[in-house]
């Protein structure tokens, strides 16, 4: 490039000398003055349209020349660029890059090998580091690779790794978390405005921060390690405007399956996807997290929502560091526009074997299935299992199949013992799932989402028929390359357990 930046030319002449740029990284790090800087920080950037702000300096931000969107302005920031264009190859500092264990060695050994054994992080406390596909399994390449993060995480202190050491049982061991999206999310990890990159698909997750968060592989991860900058391209924006009230029977997965089946698997590929409007600002976070999660099932390079009041209330207590939220200028200009009247939406699933094989529900009622699977970083969150236990409670009645409970995380786990049920006279989600004959929740990890060993819980080691609440249902993604997966809600799920075939909530939701 014949104007290539003065941060592409540093870093592209620090590559040949590895060592030296790691070692001359920044490490910067925005912390807060306190509780009282962090509420007048709150009071001033809580809007969801693009806010009054002050003058900044060109050299953090730029001066605005040319209307952009949210991911266009966080890329802009972290490039230190005053406007950026679709297409433009940019150098961005990375605020937060995410590893875990199936990649996470690979990552660590390219690091050491284009950096040098002896060569230490960019910044080891803007490392994260957290085991969580292959955790609880006996095969010993698996459990080698929790070694490998434990090692390196050692040898380098850092700061953010969630160990795991007693797989008998995951209580005994306060650091770990579980699964790596949500993990990073009840952490404090996630923040408007910041660039997140992590060594796994489903890192979009974490775009309902309002911040550009993809995944990356283990040659970029390696690299980012070393220096703390990365090479992207400015992906164009798709927005997606859904408005309307949300039905009691619907979820942000119906949304987000709605949205793939529209525009298929490739219909977004490498670029952004904003979700904005009056549905949109009623999600929770939870919600939202599932939204933008499946944002890469459509071929999106990122997913984006809004920061807002919701975003921050979330995040209180959570991080120290201090955050500034971007949004979409007035005018703007995005790839196309998409818009949806949630309140007339019905229930879907994604029939085999594609995440865009896009059916309702209430079509596929003669669909036998043979079990159940809650889970995953899509749909094993808090606020899913208690969505799960709300169609159960309501019928009243004991599932049909197996029915396979995996939290995300520890903090989830807890939730589904600890939290009553809305409705439900006090009530647990556990309580409520043992009484309709589910399996008793497992340890939080990835579970079965990704097959994993053959050991792994609630695998698919048969050429089963299974309605799951994770994200992907290609042939062998859980288990037996046979086997049949219909993606559908928490909602849909629970009423397909009970009743042995795929059923639309609605028969048990008023």
């Keep these: 490039m014949a104007s290539i930046s003065a941060a592409a030319k540093a870093t592209s002449a620090a590559f040949a000398h590895k060592k030296e740029l790691a070692a001359a990284a920044p490490q910067q790090q925005r912390l807060s003055a306190g509780a009282s800087s962090r509420r007048a920080r709150a009071g001033r950037v809580r809007a969801v349209a693009t806010p009054t702000r002050a003058p900044r300096s060109p050299a953090s931000t730029g001066s605005v020349k040319s209307p952009m969107t949210t991911t266009e302005k966080i890329l802009a920031r972290a490039s230190e660029r005053a406007s950026l264009e679709p297409g433009e190859n940019v150098w961005v500092d990375v605020d937060v890059l995410m590893t875990h264990d199936v990649c996470g060695p690979g990552t660590i050994g390219i690091f050491k090998q284009e950096f040098g054994e002896d060569a230490k992080v960019w910044d080891r406390e803007k490392v994260v580091i957290i085991p969580d596909h292959y955790i609880f399994t006996s095969d010993e390449r698996a459990n080698r690779n929790v070694d490998i993060l434990r090692d390196f995480c050692e040898e380098q202190k850092i700061k953010y790794f969630y160990d795991i050491k007693d797989l008998s049982d995951f209580r005994a061991n306060p650091d770990y978390k579980g699964v790596c999206h949500i993990a990073l999310a009840q952490e404090g990890h996630c923040r408007p405005g910041e660039v997140l990159l992590g060594t796994d698909s489903h890192t979009c997750n974490a775009g309902a921060f309002g911040q550009f968060a993809t995944g990356i592989g283990n040659t970029d991860a390696g690299f980012v390690m070393g220096t703390g900058k990365a090479l992207l391209k400015v992906p164009p924006t798709i927005r997606f405007v859904l408005d309307g009230e949300m039905p009691p029977y619907l979820l942000a997965k119906d949304l987000i399956l709605q949205i793939i089946g529209e525009i298929s698997v490739s219909g977004a590929t490498y670029r952004s996807m904003e979700f904005v409007g009056s549905t949109i600002e009623s999600l929770t976070m939870e919600e939202r997290m599932t939204l933008c999660n499946m ?23 959570k991080t120290l560091v201090e955050y500034e939220p971007v949004y979409s ?53 808090t606020e899913d299992f208690i969505a799960a ?27 589904v013992y600890s939290l009553p049920v809305p409705g439900s006279g006090g009530k647990t989600c556990s309580q409520i799932f043992e009484e309709a004959g589910c399996d008793t929740p497992a340890s939080p990890n990835c579970g079965a989402c990704l097959g994993g060993p053959r050991d792994t819980y609630a695998r698919m080691n048969e050429p ?16 037996h390359k046979e086997g049949q997966i219909y993606l559908a809600s928490p909602f849909t799920a629970a009423a397909s357990a009970l009743t042995g075939y795929v059923t639309d909530p609605r028969d048990f939701l008023s």
């Design 464 to 479: 089963t028929v299974c309605v799951s609440t994770t994200n992907r249902n290609f042939p062998g993604r859980m288990g």
């Design 295 to 317: 944002v890469i099932e459509a071929g999106g390079k990122n997913g984006v929502v809004p920061a807002d009041e919701t975003t921050f209330k979330y995040l209180e207590g």
């Design 329 to 381: 200028d007035a005018q703007a200009r995005f790839y196309s526009d998409y818009r949806f009247d949630v309140s007339k939406l019905e229930p879907v699933v994604a029939k085999p074997h594609s995440p865009d094989n896009r059916a309702l529900a209430r079509e596929c009622k003669d669909v036998k299935i043979d079990r159940v699977y809650i889970g995953s970083c899509t749909g094993g969150k």
């Design 389 to 415: 236990a709300k169609v159960f409670l309501a019928s009243g009645k004991k599932v049909k199949v197996p029915t396979f409970l995996v939290p995300a995380t520890q903090k989830v786990w807890m939730d």
